[in-house]
């Protein structure tokens, strides 16, 4: 038996629990109440100030979030975290506790499209600028940075073309220039990578993914020092307040349980369907990070553990119809947006009416996005070969 008590089987069914506050139940209450009331003003005085540790307003703490906040920041490695309503509420709150009027970011290109919108929009009604990078080559950073820039943004795997941006060493550009560096990990999950031993300084996920997984809750997560979750505390969670429910915090926990199990399956279930994708004649490319054929491969096996259930595939085909024709013909994959949950999904980038008006040449119009959810490879394998059979 394991002794440290910091192993993931730890983290995931015990780290947090405290049963014997609650009758020694098994699962955790779910305290939905607003606010606490204390025997006296000392103490209650003690609490506000506080706030970030102890229940006093559930905007600021509450027992639920919190023991899925140990939980979290355990599974990154990091010191501390913070759970929020979405995850845009986690990355909006990251990017903005960095920057302040007058400062520029250099984020990867094609990032989560809220994400591009942040920095592109909305944050120059503030004076914060930004350039983007291919970040392919990790000096992409360094030669977009200037005087004033505080924040390098990156996405790896990015999560419609699956490049990588090498975290180590952005991590050092960024370190070397006084940079802090945020990554969203939605893609890879903190089971297969973890940004902070690589020198990340805030990690960021969209826990509507694979942190929760099962398609029923939206929320985001942050995790850093302790130093960065305090101030991003007081400022950002406290004064936005894009805060989760105690009941989506519950079925997080809940959702967590499985999470070694279900991105285990992903993994060889993925994999099994991107070898025979490969092989077919109807498709140009499999964009996923462990492919062999992925020209960053070994920047994955060096930076990833495993793979996870997304990838893309470039159909070999001359018309918008035929993409249609073939995701249409798909019986075991919902025609859906997200990822994450037990269902496999099919999401073509000709549902987006700018991806035809753009052309970028990194979102082509023949990319369809897969997810691998918790069926039976074999019976996925059968439809898609079905579908393709049909174009
Ligand atoms: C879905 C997603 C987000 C946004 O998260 P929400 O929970 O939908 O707010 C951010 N980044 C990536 C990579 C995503 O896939």
Redesign the pocket.
Known sequence: MKSDFSDLSYILNTLGEERENYFNAVSPPIIQTSNFSFKSVSDMRDKIEHEIDYPYYTRGNNPTVEILRKKIAALEGAEDALVFG????A?SAAVMSQLKSGDHAVCVSN??G??ERLFKEYLTKYGVTADFVSGVDPSDFDKAAKENTKVFYL?SPN?VNFQLQDIAAVSEIAKRRNCKLII?N??ASPLNQSPISMGADIVVH????YLNGHSDV???VLCSTRKVIEDVFQNEFMNLGGIISPNDAWLMIRGLRTLELRMDRLATSTMQIVEFLEQHPKIDKVLYPFSKNNPQYDLALRQMKKGSGQFSILLNVNSYAQIETFCDSLNRFLLAC??GGHESLVYPLIVSPSIIKDNNPSRPWNLVRFYIGLENPEVLIEDLENALNKI
Request: glycine share 8%; aromatic share 14%.
């Open positions: 979405s995850g845009v509420a990355i990032p989560y809220w994400t996405e999560s969203d939605s893609c969209s826990a509507t993914k939206l929320a985001g997200s990822w």
